[in-house]
T-cell receptor
Framework: DQQVKQNSPSLSVQEGRISILNCDYTNSMFDYFLWYKKYPAEGPTFLISISSIKDKNEDGRFTVFLNKSAKHLSLHIVPSQPGDSAVYFCAAIFVVGNTPLVFGKGTRLSVIA | DADVTQTPRNRITKTGKRIMLECSQTKGHDRMYWYRQDPGLGLRLIYYSFDVKDINKGEISDGYSVSRQAQAKFSLSLESAIPNQTALYFC???????????????FGPGTRLTVL
């Protein structure tokens, strides 16, 4: 059973507009969440994270929002740039549980110039 | 130099052959992981190791084995490769900091394996 779900396999956005990538999780024990970005022929790279004690974390153009009651998080990219075109993976972990990250299947973002 | 390296970067082999993929890291992390990526299926965990004496199966360990030769080295073996093991394979590392465990993983560049 998939514990971390990214229901949109792909997303296209125009340059300069906002990109919103969504992620849902089913395990209420998860208390730390991460987003990774992956370019073709490269390994995923860490982008931004958020602890369950927060509802928002911002880093430059990237903001992650967490809604614990809905078990939902989203990544906002503003403004979107062509270099943001990549696959984005959501991941979650139960910190005290001492188990590895659980990844979603990814969303491919295409930013169109 | 890259913190997490994988060798080989590309490999083509035949069904039934034994294959070993190697991963080395200079980050000093205690935890290492092997994933495979298939189109539409995301990153699936094969095996993970939280220290040299610790090996754990992941989501899809059948047909694979691993060896943690040292803190810095974690190898993945396919004892008898089959075509549906054709995929991108990634090694990753993470560090457990006492009192804080965020498990931010750092990935290698990947190995593209093709089994004919």
């Amino acid at each position: 059973d998939q514990q971390v779900k990214q229901n949109s396999p792909s997303l296209s956005v125009q340059e300069g507009r906002i990109s919103i990538l969504n992620c849902d999780y089913t395990n209420s024990m998860f208390d730390y969440f991460l987003w990774y970005k992956k370019y073709p022929a490269e390994g995923p790279t860490f982008l931004i994270s958020i602890s369950s004690i927060k509802d928002k974390n911002e880093d430059g153009r990237f903001t992650v929002f967490l809604n614990k009651s809905a078990k939902h998080l989203s990544l906002h990219i503003v403004p979107s740039q062509p270099g943001d075109s990549a696959v984005y993976f959501c991941a979650a972990i139960f910190v005290v549980g001492n188990t590895p990250l659980v990844f979603g299947k990814g969303t491919r973002l295409s930013v169109i110039a | 130099d890259a913190d997490v390296t994988q060798t080989p970067r590309n490999r083509i082999t035949k069904t039934g052959k034994r294959i070993m993929l190697e991963c080395s890291q200079t980050k000093g992390h205690d935890r290492m992981y092997w994933y495979r990526q298939d189109p539409g299926l995301g990153l699936r965990l094969i095996y993970y190791s939280f220290d040299v004496k610790d090996i754990n199966k992941g989501e899809i360990s059948d047909g694979y084995s691993v060896s943690r030769q040292a803190q810095a080295k974690f190898s993945l073996s396919l004892e008898s490769a089959i075509p549906n093991q054709t995929a991108l394979y990634f090694c990753a590392t993470s560090e457990r900091i006492q009192g804080l465990y965020t498990d931010t993983q750092y990935f290698g560049p990947g190995t593209r394996l093709t089994v004919l």
